[in-house]
């Protein structure tokens, strides 16, 4: 255990100020992501370096395309949520302290974590499979330790931390932030969330100066209407601006969904387009087999820029950050 940051005490209660559920905890109780506990008037984190996965992966799996392309990131995970997702692709780590009652996980020290980084070749650590925000006292000694060793940190996340923590969070380079749906009955009923928090945060995020990208993972039946994906569009081409990535991933049945069927691709190309009339220039299809929306191209002049598979990067044009065909500078980092 560690003694948690970010809460403070109230009466009888702790506070947690990590997300934007801003539990009150009774003494030997648990927040609703069950891995931070108030014990005789303080918090306490239960999974500080107790790690479920360490993996090393492509950036492009985060899915992060605008943010050197082609790299590695040792990518890490403790078990535990803030939300409920019932279509949870990780559920068996994201929603195991719910769902069993326990906290599992190896033991490792935030200079294991960093050595491994380095040793394996990874130019970043990335903070992901789970809700990072839960276990942030461990993923921020990591990013802190990460910077001096130059090394990048990336955030893969619902969204739904509070703005002190963002403050707090100076190690955080680059986020991916799920945009689950554009509809707060959706995140009530479906995540046990809020959508306008997530919104916040996607812009505080963008103002402190991390580069962002978005995911929609699009849902049969459930947040896959045109308007509402003319609306999550919109907010992103005009919040956070058209060179903000979009990516459009497939659902397939898991967890609690499994009655839902699998996303076809043409919903997704459906929803590439209204990103495209919502003038978003850079949006990309994933968890699918697809011939669109894998490659970057260039807005101004359509040259494919970079070359891509599933997760591998084939060919990566741009040079200087620009197009070599017509000079369009390419926003992100390259």
């Not at 009150?24 to 992501?33: D, K, L, S, T």
């Not at 294991?112 to 990335?126: K, Q, R």
């Not at 306008?196 to 209407?225: A, F, H, M, Q």
């Not at 967890?255 to 009339?277: F, N, S």
């Amino acid at each position: 255990m560690k003694e948690a940051s970010l809460w403070r005490k109230e009466g009888e209660y702790v506070e947690c100020l990590l997300c934007n559920h801003h539990c009150r905890i009774r003494e030997g109780g648990r927040g609703i992501c069950q891995v931070r506990e108030n014990r005789n008037g303080r918090l306490y984190s239960l999974v500080y370096g107790r790690l479920v996965a360490v993996h090393m992966d492509p950036v492009e799996k985060k899915p992060l395309y605008h943010f050197y392309p082609g790299h590695k990131a040792l990518s890490i995970a403790s078990v535990g949520c803030n939300f409920r997702c019932l279509f949870c692709q990780n559920a068996d780590i994201a929603q195991f302290p719910r769902d069993h009652g326990g906290i599992i996980g190896e033991e490792y020290s935030a200079e294991e974590v960093v050595n491994a980084a380095v040793s394996g070749g990874a130019e970043s650590v990335a903070y992901t499979y789970t809700e990072p925000t839960v276990w942030y006292e461990f993923a921020r000694d990591c990013g802190e330790l990460a910077h001096r060793y130059k090394l990048r940190n990336l955030w893969i996340s619902n969204g739904f931390m509070t703005q002190e923590m963002i403050r707090d969070a100076r190690f955080i380079d680059a986020a991916n932030i799920d945009l689950k749906a554009f509809n707060d009955k959706f995140y009530r009923e479906t995540c046990g969330g809020r959508l306008e928090p997530v919104l916040d945060s996607l812009k505080y995020l963008k103002k402190r100066g991390v580069w962002v990208e978005v995911t929609t993972l699009v849902i049969p039946g459930k947040n896959d209407s045109t308007e509402e994906l003319r609306e999550a569009a919109e907010f992103i081409s005009k919040e956070l601006g058209k060179d903000t990535p979009w990516h459009l991933s497939a659902f397939h049945p898991d967890y609690k969904m499994r009655d839902v069927p699998a996303t076809p691709l043409e919903t997704l190309e459906r929803a590439y387009g209204i990103g495209k009339e919502a003038g978003l220039n850079y949006i990309y299809i994933g968890n699918i087999d697809s011939p669109t929306g894998r490659d970057t191209v260039c807005p101004k002049c359509g040259s494919v820029l970079i070359r891509r598979g599933w997760f591998d990067v084939y060919e990566n044009r741009i040079r200087e950050g620009k197009c070599p065909e017509c000079g369009h500078r390419i926003t992100g980092f390259f």
